[in-house]
């Protein structure tokens, strides 16, 4: 099975900061490599699919890079509204296996 | 609006048996590969089984394989996983998931807690 590493697990920030997440992979993955958030008490939202596509109502501050086995997921501009845990999951092969989190407060 | 509602969820004993089941509408649901996620309390996301449109693919979770089987029925728009000798582990909020591009999972349903104590 793929190993996901995602890091930092948290992190704290100011509105206006520039957030980076990061995601390797335990194999090269291609761009099979998606992006969701999560709000308390609400189900998980997708941001980023393979690897770097923009879901459709998702803000233009949120984007996504990387291929192989390193991605990045980044909030150019903080807002309030992005406090959440954020997750990334591969969908490359096998268990579509997730990242273990990482929990973003202001 | 694509809608996704799942039930089925509740107490059970350890070792007992239980059927997850999802409704879907506001898309073809016959056209889509369609998977069960779930979160344990205060933990993160795992994936637990998936289906391909025709059902002819199906892929299970190391942790569930061999205790759960998932199906679907497209005429009915529901998808379905059976959750076998349960354990306390298995303590979880279920979640049904349709596939997108890309393998990825563009809506999610508001899941069903399932609760494994004695």
């Known amino acids: 099975d793929i190993q996901m590493t995602q890091s930092p697990s948290s992190l704290s920030a100011s509105v206006g900061d520039r957030v980076t997440i990061t995601c390797r992979t335990s194999?090269?993955?291609?761009?099979?490599l998606n992006w969701y958030q999560q709000k308390p008490g609400e189900a998980p939202k997708l941001l980023i699919y393979?690897?770097?596509n923009l879901q459709s109502g998702v803000p233009s501050r949120f984007s996504g890079s990387g291929s192989g086995t390193d991605f990045t997921l980044t909030v150019h501009s903080l807002q309030p509204e992005d406090i959440a845990t954020y997750y990334c999951?591969?969908?490359?092969?096998?268990?579509?296996?997730f990242g273990q989190g990482t929990r973003v407060e202001i | 609006e694509v809608q996704l509602v799942e039930s089925g969820g509740g107490l059970v004993q350890p070792g007992r048996s239980l059927t997850l089941s999802c409704v879907a509408s506001?898309?073809?649901?016959?056209?889509?590969?369609m998977h069960w996620v779930r979160q344990a309390p205060g933990k993160g996301l795992e994936w637990v089984s998936g289906?391909?449109?025709?059902?002819?693919?199906?892929d299970y979770g190391d942790s569930v394989k061999g205790r759960v089987s998932i199906s679907r029925d497209n005429a009915k728009k529901s998808l379905y996983l059976q959750i076998y000798s349960l354990r306390v582990e298995d303590t979880a909020l279920y979640y049904c998931?349709?596939?997108?591009?890309?393998?990825?999972?563009?809506?999610w349903g508001q899941g069903t807690l399932v609760t494994v104590s004695s």
């Open positions: 998931v349709k596939e997108y591009g890309s393998g990825s999972f563009d809506h």
């Open positions: 506001g898309f073809p649901f016959e056209d889509f590969a």
């Open positions: 289906i391909s449109w025709d059902s002819k693919n199906i």
């Open positions: 194999q090269n993955i291609n761009n099979y």
């Open positions: 393979a690897a770097s």
């Open positions: 999951q591969q969908s490359f092969s096998g268990p579509r296996t």
